[in-house]
């Protein structure tokens, strides 16, 4: 019997599951869940006053998905952080083996591999989802629906069918009260039911049926909504909220591809199999055809289900398996190609959803919080002022400070969107975010004191130039108002890609180490060693074996490594550790980001050898084309004309020279002196003439 429950079919997709969801919490709406967690085990009712936004918004708070909400606050309590992020592995594992165990019986004469390949490919588009909320009670309760429904048909005993509707009718209650897509539960039991509708109604046998079909009914009345369900899901699949809210958008069908991310490329292989299937003649189940209509359709409303769609696909997918096995009969060699493809398309399948996880929310086989993503900084600091300070935040920011502070300070709208907020009152965050006479009405309307906000943002900018920025993390600022009596850090970029700026060691070198020291005082991060590390090789505070001694590990610095890369290649070339360098840039340059060449530009960099600076600065250029910084481009002229390229010299030189490079100048010179063609020499001596 252990050997029959822990087959490869089952335990393979559950390691793969574990393994896409070990990685640290990512999801700021994963701390709104726990903050009405905490309200409801508070207050003893799912209806709670609104605990954290401003007082502005007085109406109750109803926790859609309060057991979900209270099961999480509870889990953190007893684990902690870095067992809270650890859900993702055991919901991954179970999701998983629940998608293998739907394999094996629906293709039980496939070959093995070919139901470890399909289980791996679908769990394989799963990891979009495997972030700390709701959406892992989703998944389980989907997949473990779908087996019951098919369990429930297949079932001869009456005994056994009264069994599998009661547990049907208990999964549709349970699944209300984690997930607002437990309406699923009746399409999906009437799509399995649909086809074999007329054997039951010859049998008599209706009667159960209709009993689990009202009880699964009975579910959208006992809901947190109750009979408000309906403007619940309208409020989710349309209207001009959801058009601005990522995950909620409709599905963009061009990402169907299967070169565009994981779950495109897995959905691709997924319908290819039916459709092989029937186009060799086998007979298609009619309830999984329902099923993957059903995915389709959710699909068309919103991006968040195309991972619901995948997996209502699995059934169909499987049972199109056995049409292989003519191919088998007919031909093993060509049956053995066929099993090694898609098990190699499976298994890198895995390796690009690992990686593309890695990049949303790794580092990957590390748990806790994910270093840098959240404004902990800015909680710290907020937690010494005032009770009720209301405190501006943007859309990412509302959780994680309500949830830490416990409505110490009141925030703005946030990710319980369209669920609390309604459309208007998105749409005017989004105008205060965008539009300044917006944001000058709201912070009067609102007693705004504080904010806390993206640095990449459009309002981080327009605070800038009107009040005072106090703390400075990787992703976020917290300004506060200028009247306050708090000093603004200066010497270092409030706002924007860049933490240190052009005038941080010429005009502010002792502010920007009062501002380092007040950052290190207040919160003391591994962000704050990085700050040190870029000041002491950026403005020359320190040398740069001591910066390497604060430059934290690449694993901590994640949601900045653009940043990192650059700064610890730098740091790491003036230390005589040009290895280390090169292949800091290079990863840089994998991952899509050119600008990691500006170390080349460092004196320290004469060091290196003019062909691996060449190659390095050409790949950079090529990337950034027509938008390559002019300093770049005349550092690889120089190098150009050194190896005696007369074209390259030329076109990088003469490019950056007249962008205002001026120590592009003696590469232009030498290529108007030793270019072969006579017109482009004169040409280049007439540019040099008139830019005298």
């Known amino acids: 019997m252990r050997h029959r429950a822990w087959t490869p079919e089952r335990w393979l997709p559950a390691v793969v599951g574990a ?19 905490r309200a409801v085990l508070r207050h003893g009712t799912r209806r709670v006053p609104e605990p954290t936004a401003f007082r502005a ?30 859900l993702t592995v055991l919901f991954g594992a179970g999701i998983g083996y629940l998608v293998g165990w739907s394999i094996e019986r629906r293709a039980p004469s496939a070959s093995r591999v070919l139901r470890c390949a399909l289980a791996v490919i679908a769990m394989s588009a799963v990891a979009d989802l495997l ?12 997949v473990a629906c779908v087996e019951l429904s098919y369990s429930y048909v297949e079932a001869s005993e009456p005994r056994n069918r009264i069994v599998l509707g009661v547990s049907l ?3 549709g209650q349970l699944w209300a009260q984690l997930h607002a897509s437990f309406v699923l539960a009746l399409p999906i ?3 399995v039911l649909a086809p074999r509708w007329r054997s039951l109604s010859a049998r008599g046998a209706l009667q159960l049926p209709g009993a689990i079909v009202l009880g699964l009914l009975l579910a959208w009345l006992l809901g947190p909504s109750g009979n408000a369900v309906v403007d619940l899901i309208l409020r989710h699949s349309g209207g001009d909220a959801v058009q601005h809210i990522a995950d909620m958008k409709p599905f963009e069908w061009a990402s169907l591809g299967p070169f565009v991310w994981p779950l495109g490329a897995a959905l691709c292989l997924l319908l290819a199999l039916p459709i092989v299937a029937f186009v060799s003649g086998a007979k298609l189940d009619p309830a999984a055809i329902l099923l993957a209509l059903l995915g389709a359709a959710l699909t068309w409303t919103a991006r968040r289900f195309a991972v619901a769609w995948v997996l209502l696909l699995v059934p169909l997918a499987a049972a199109s398996l056995p049409a292989l096995g003519g191919v088998q009969a007919a031909n093993a060699a060509r049956f053995r190609a066929i099993e090694t493809a898609l098990a190699l398309l499976a298994l890198c399948l895995w390796g690009w959803a690992y990686q593309r996880s890695d990049l949303s929310n790794g580092p990957m086989l590390h748990t806790g919080t994910r270093i840098g993503a959240f404004p902990a ?10 009770a009720g300070t209301n405190v501006l935040t943007d859309y990412s920011a509302g959780g994680p400070l309500g949830y830490w502070l416990d409505g110490h300070v009141r925030t703005f709208v946030d990710g319980r969107t369209p669920m ?18 917006a944001l000058d009405l709201a912070i009067q309307r609102y007693a705004v004191r504080a904010a806390v906000v993206e640095r990449d943002s459009l309002l981080c900018e327009r605070l800038a130039t009107r009040w005072k920025p106090v703390v400075i993390e990787p992703l976020y600022t917290t300004f506060v108002a200028a009247e306050t009596n708090d000093a603004p850090l200066r010497g270092l970029a409030a706002c924007g890609r860049f933490y240190l700026t052009q005038d941080s060691c010429a005009e502010a070198a002792r502010e920007l180490t009062h501002s380092l020291q007040r950052l290190q005082a207040m919160h003391a991060t591994r962000f704050v060693s990085f700050l040190r590390a870029a000041a002491a090789v950026q403005c020359g505070t320190a040398n740069a074996q001591s910066a390497l001694t604060w ?7 994640s949601v900045y490594l653009p940043m990192y890369r650059w700064y610890a290649s730098w740091i790491n070339l003036d230390a005589g550790r040009e290895a280390a360098a090169l292949a800091l840039i290079e990863a840089g340059l994998d991952a899509d980001d050119p600008l990691a060449v500006r170390t080349l530009l460092q004196p320290s960099a004469t060091k290196l050898s003019g062909q691996r600076m060449r190659a390095l600065l050409e790949r950079g250029l090529v990337e950034m084309d027509d938008n390559a910084p002019a300093a770049l481009r005349a550092r690889l002229a120089l190098i150009c004309s050194a190896q005696a390229d007369a074209e390259c010299a030329r076109n990088q030189g003469l490019r950056a020279y007249l962008q205002g490079a001026r120590e592009a100048r003696p590469a232009v010179q030498w290529a108007a002196e030793h270019h072969p063609a006579a017109r482009v020499r004169a040409d280049l001596r007439a540019w040099l003439a008139v830019s005298n």
């Open 19 to 37: 393994t896409l969801g070990f990685h640290p919490i990512a999801e700021a709406d994963t701390y709104w869940h726990l903050m009405l967690g």
């Open 57 to 86: 918004w007085s109406e109750p708070c109803v926790a859609i998905e309060w057991l979900w909400d209270v099961f999480t606050f509870a889990w953190t309590r007893a684990a902690g952080d870095a067992g809270l992020s650890l």
């Open 131 to 142: 972030n700390v909320r709701p959406s892992l009670a989703f998944m389980l309760l989907l």
């Open 169 to 171: 009718v208990a999964l």
């Open 189 to 191: 039991f009437a799509s």
């Open 377 to 386: 900084g800015a909680a710290r600091y907020l937690a010494s002022r005032p």
């Open 420 to 437: 609390y907020f309604d459309v208007t009152d998105w749409a005017v965050a989004r105008d205060v975010m965008n539009s300044e006479r």
């Open 551 to 557: 430059l934290p590990p690449e694993h901590a610095a």
